[in-house]
């Protein structure tokens, strides 16, 4: 008999416990251990050397909390059944188990269009054939489509148990300690008013804290300008892999990443076999593949895997308005002119583009205050530090991209 009651040994929470078979079985499956080998954070371990912990690690976080939530509302009286308990658990391990390689990357590159999200959910119902339809439940509640409101919210919402997990663990590994979160104490104010998720009055501090730390870690962290510039160099290396290939050229890499290179994926084509194959790619094809192409005869090729290799990144300036086309000409007309380039293959070294910062959206979702007198109230007009105002607005910056003196 196998023991399907382990115990993770987790940096932060502690002791994390597998609730039940069905769960200890998903994380078994070949479909999400592979997420050992996927990065949470993409290229930022550039910048933050200690941040190379993995989406697996951030799964089981996620579910690790969501046991915490489901404790704490039925502990306050909210009804939650052991199917839809179960649901929760399900939905929030695989709630990230479609990304692909440094994260973020494939979306923008070799897929066309297809977001992780989609991913995640072709694998939801791979794997609910697989286990007999017991993933069905989950699959409402992660499209957002169960009548229980809150239970989606859970899952995805302002205040999620996604969030709670990677505000904590990426502030925790890259040892910015402004994003430290106290998750635990979010989750003990939560409950539940005419089916929505309110936090309880007390827990207002915690909430301003959640939202000032999602702000910091957005600049400082998921935003900052030389994990932004690395994670662009490895989106064009992989355009430029992907052109390179349909004009005939090989280049070495794993089966799984050829197939990618070689077809055309949108979600129209994502079948099963496409699913398989995809779910054959991580960090590893990735990189290396790079170390192959970093002495590939492309000009541009090889100039970006040696880039991000040997991280000699491209220089990168943020500025408040947007880049103005003279300087993005100057640039490119350097190179050209340097290296005897087409404007084409320049503009992989030279590029804009923008980043914005939103911390709380107030438009499609809201944080709500529950009163002792019963009054719920939007953590907006709750509040009163009055930033978190300015935290609602969205604050948008350029960026402009180019090598420094020599590539």
């Known amino acids: 008999m196998h023991n399907k009651l382990k115990i993770f040994n987790d940096p932060i ?17 070949k479909y999400f251990q592979r997420l050992r080998r996927i ?12 941040a190379h912990h993995t989406r697996f690690h951030h799964a089981l976080g996620c579910m690790h909390l969501m046991q915490k939530a489901v404790n704490v509302l039925r502990f306050k009286g909210v009804v939650i059944s052991n199917d839809e308990e179960q649901a929760l658990y399900i939905a929030i391990l695989l709630h990230d188990i479609g990304h692909g390689p440094f994260s973020h990357a494939m979306e923008h590159s070799i897929v066309n269009g297809v977001s992780h999200e989609q991913i995640s959910l072709l694998f939801m119902e791979q794997l609910n054939k697989e286990f007999n339809l017991s993933l069905t439940l989950a699959i409402q509640i992660f499209k957002g489509e169960y009548e229980r409101k809150f239970l989606c919210q859970l899952i995805s919402g302002q205040l999620d148990m996604d969030r709670a997990d990677y505000l904590k663990r990426d502030s925790f590994y890259t040892g910015v300690a402004e994003g430290n979160i106290n998750s ?12 929505e998720l309110v936090v309880e009055e007390k827990g207002i501090y915690s909430v301003e804290k959640f939202l000032v730390a999602r702000r910091l870690m957005y600049w400082q962290v998921y935003l900052h300008k030389t ?23 090989t280049l070495k890499s794993s089966e799984a990443l050829q197939f990618f290179l ?15 194959i995809f ?35 491209l220089k990168v300036k943020l500025k408040n308005e947007e880049i103005n086309k003279e300087s993005l000409q100057l640039h490119i007309q350097k190179l050209t002119d340097t290296y005897n380039i087409s404007k084409s293959e320049a503009k992989y070294f030279v590029f804009t583009g923008e980043i914005s910062n939103q911390a709380y ?8 205050i529950l009163y002792k ?3 719920v109230q939007d953590i907006i007009e709750a509040t009163d530090q009055l930033n978190l105002k300015a935290l609602s607005k969205k604050v948008t910056k350029y960026y402009i991209c180019y090598p420094k003196e020599k590539l």
Request: charged share 25%; with cysteine.
């Open 279 to 313: 779910a054959r790619l991580d960090d590893y094809d990735i990189v290396s593949a790079m170390k192959e192409w970093q002495f590939h005869d492309d000009f541009v090729l090889k100039n970006l895997c040696d880039m991000l290799i040997n991280r000699d990144l």
């Open 227 to 249: 994990s932004l510039a690395a994670e662009q160099l490895l989106i064009r290396v992989l355009k430029r892999a992907k052109e390179l290939t349909s004009h005939g050229v």
């Open 39 to 50: 990065s949470q954070m993409g290229m930022s371990y550039l910048v933050y050397p200690g």
């Open 184 to 195: 635990e104490r979010l989750i003990t104010m939560l409950n539940v008013i005419d089916n």
């Open 13 to 29: 929470y502690g002791f994390i416990t597998i609730p039940n078979s069905l769960i200890f079985d998903l994380i078994e499956h």
């Open 361 to 368: 959206q107030i438009k499609n979702q809201h944080i709500n």
């Open 373 to 375: 007198n019963g009054k």
């Open 262 to 276: 070689k077809q055309e994926i949108t979600l129209e084509n994502f079948n099963s076999e496409t699913l398989n």
